[in-house]
């Protein structure tokens, strides 16, 4: 059975010199408890990306 998946928020992608960026935004940031400075990791499983605060 597929799980289903909830969308928190849309965001943006804007470039910063050759880098692409995204700002996060505040519902995203605090479902994940994430801080300035904090490493987030990004996975990938051959079709979706995932984030996850790294400990």
Known sequence: MEQK???????H???????LR???PKKVSER???S???I??????GKDVYLE???
């Open 5 to 11: 998946r909830l969308l928190l928020e849309v965001s």
């Open 13 to 19: 992608v804007s470039k910063r010199g050759s880098s």
């Open 22 to 24: 995204i700002t996060l």
């Open 32 to 34: 994940l408890k994430i």
């Open 36 to 38: 300035p400075e904090d």
């Open 40 to 45: 987030l990791g990004f996975y990938f499983d």
């Open 53 to 55: 605060k790294m400990e």
